[in-house]
């Protein structure tokens, strides 16, 4: 009895920490997913630059989205700032910026 007491507050919080990786991941995805979008979006569109943020936006409204224009290519970085709000982990651990690319080819609209 004396060691379930002892370890339980260690299980919970090697729990929590598993939910805030996940969270973490989760959001890594979706900030790849973003940028993925908007360089698909800009490679086809004839304003490359406001059609990559309004794609990006529609998939990650929190993220910052920053279009870069070559001859044959079209780039877009997304930066999403993952909150670390789990319960006791958050208070440990700072936010997390994540921060994905995607380059595709530039295509006549």
């Known amino acids: 009895m004396v060691e379930l007491a002892l370890c339980t507050p260690l299980v919970c919080m090697f729990l929590l920490a598993v939910v805030q990786v996940g969270l973490v991941v989760s959001d890594h995805l979706l900030a790849n997913h973003a940028a993925r979008e908007a360089a698909r979006a800009a490679s086809v569109s004839a304003s490359p630059a406001s059609a990559g943020a309004a794609a990006a936006a529609r998939s990650a409204p929190a993220a910052s989205v920053a279009i870069a224009v070559a001859a044959r290519t ?35 609209p």
């Open 74 to 108: 079209v780039t877009a970085t997304v930066v999403l700032r993952s909150r670390t709000d789990v319960p006791l982990i958050g208070a440990l651990l700072p936010d997390v910026e994540i921060v994905a690319t995607a380059t595709m080819a530039r295509e006549p």
